[in-house]
């Protein structure tokens, strides 16, 4: 198992692909959204026959200003642009925003459990020396089990062994 700031590391890594994944969803699935006191625009892309009809150009009620119309051409030519319907949209990024949430979390219990300025010195060596002993009592614990396994596995082999022989 890796150290606290490792798995911390881990954690802020794992945080900024959410971030980027979730950006990456929004960017790609969001449906068209409509501004106040401006005309609608349809954002399919347009028909052939419109775009090679250079024999009648557009009346100027029909243009758009440049920026208008270059923004729709790049909603239209983005191949990663799927728009979600509302209801999956607003449902992916609830889910999103609660794993961000999660991980936050996650991260909020490891910065938690770091040593803190106020710890000193003594206590943390204590805590050492405690966590030490500890760990000794595991493997004592270990090294019997171990022991118990070693002895069945004999008395197992040789329970095989007398059964070959009959």
């Given amino acids: 198992m890796a150290d606290r700031l490792t798995q911390l590391q881990d954690c802020l890594d794992q945080l900024s692909t959410q971030?980027?994944?979730?950006?990456?969803?929004?960017?790609?699935?969001?449906?068209?959204?409509?501004?106040?006191?401006?005309?609608?625009?349809?954002?399919?892309?347009?028909?052939?026959?419109?775009?090679?009809?250079?024999?009648?150009?557009?009346?100027?009620s029909q243009e758009k200003p440049p920026s208008q119309q270059q923004q729709q051409q790049n909603l239209n030519t983005d191949p990663d642009y799927r728009p979600a319907s509302p209801n999956t949209f607003a449902a992916a990024t609830r889910e999103l925003a609660r794993d961000l949430v999660i991980k936050e979390q996650q991260i909020e219990l490891l910065i938690r459990s770091l040593p803190t300025v106020e710890t000193t010195r003594l206590e943390q060596e204590e805590k050492i020396k405690r966590l030490d002993g500890e760990l000794r009592d595991v493997e004592k614990e270990r090294v019997e089990v171990k022991g118990v396994k070693d002895g069945l596995l004999e008395r197992v082999e040789a329970v095989i062994c007398g059964v070959k022989r009959v």
């Avoid at 990456?24 to 052939?48: F, M, R, V, W």
């Avoid at 419109?50 to 024999?55: E, F, I």
């Fill in 19 to 60: 971030f980027y994944a979730s950006l990456k969803y929004i960017t790609t699935h969001h449906p068209p959204g409509q501004i106040p006191n401006q005309p609608a625009h349809d954002l399919s892309p347009p028909s052939p026959t419109t775009q090679n009809n250079s024999a009648n150009p557009p009346s100027p």
